[in-house]
């Protein structure tokens, strides 16, 4: 029997991989400063897999997010017209993490509403379309 499939399509195994991957790029994270280590996993559309982890520097502001270094890995390999299918984020810290408001925002200039995002909570594995935690996010046609 076929193994049933998530709503956004990927099976139990993929997510698993995705969650995993999220763990250990969390192990590269730069945070001297916070100790808060983040990870992330993006899937585009065409199977590949980009990961990341949060960088931060002494201006605070300029801190990149684990979701934004794994997204601008994938654009900068795979070209502009990568698009994300799923995105996995986790902590070394063992607190809930989901993508914060900015980097929101960046999954849906290269995602689209139904991009689901897989994270931790303070209850433990969470998940929901991108559409749920960005309702009114900005998207901008440009063709």
């Given at each position: ?132 935690l960005l ?9």
């Amino acid at each position: 029997m076929p193994e049933a499939t998530h709503p956004s399509g990927l099976s139990a195994a993929k997510i698993a991989e995705l969650r995993a991957l999220a763990t250990q790029a969390a192990g590269s994270a730069y945070a001297p400063y916070s100790k808060f280590r983040v990870g992330s996993a993006v899937l585009l559309e065409d199977g590949r897999i980009f990961t990341g982890a949060n960088i931060e520097n002494a201006s605070y502001r300029l801190t990149l997010c684990a979701e934004h270094t794994a997204i601008a890995k994938a654009v900068s390999e795979a070209g502009p017209k990568a698009k994300i299918r799923a995105v996995a984020v986790d902590n070394l810290n063992n607190s809930g993490s989901f993508p914060c408001g900015p980097c929101r925002q960046v999954i849906l200039e290269f995602g689209n509403p139904d991009t689901w995002i897989f994270a931790p909570s303070d209850k433990g594995p969470e998940e929901a379309a991108l559409s749920t935690l960005l309702p009114f996010g900005f998207h901008l046609e440009t063709e």
